[in-house]
């Protein structure tokens, strides 16, 4: 079943996105478009943060009944996070 405050912050990025998109089209003022992008950025940070919290209450609790599938889901999780840490 979608998520439908995951689907609203998508399409909120999206607009967002085609707004930078134009506004490079037309040469806009450049921290004017990285301003933009940031937003674009931080509805994506929304959006993760969105898919996190479902992953933890939906995947990986049902994963806790297995062990070689919590091993799998919490090694997926560490991998993904310890990633994001060495950027």
């Known amino acids: 079943m979608a998520d439908r405050r995951i689907l609203a912050r ?11 998109r134009e506004m490079v089209e037309k040469d806009a003022y450049c921290i004017d478009v990285i301003r933009q992008t940031r937003a674009v950025q931080s509805a994506l940070d929304r959006v993760n943060a969105l898919l996190v919290g479902r992953h933890l209450n939906h995947c990986v609790r049902r994963a806790m ?23």
């Open 10 to 20: 998508l399409r909120s990025a999206e607009g967002h996105l085609r707004g930078v």
């Open 65 to 87: 009944a297995s062990r070689e599938r919590r091993e799998q889901v919490l090694g997926e999780l560490l991998d993904l996070f310890g990633r994001e840490a060495r950027r």
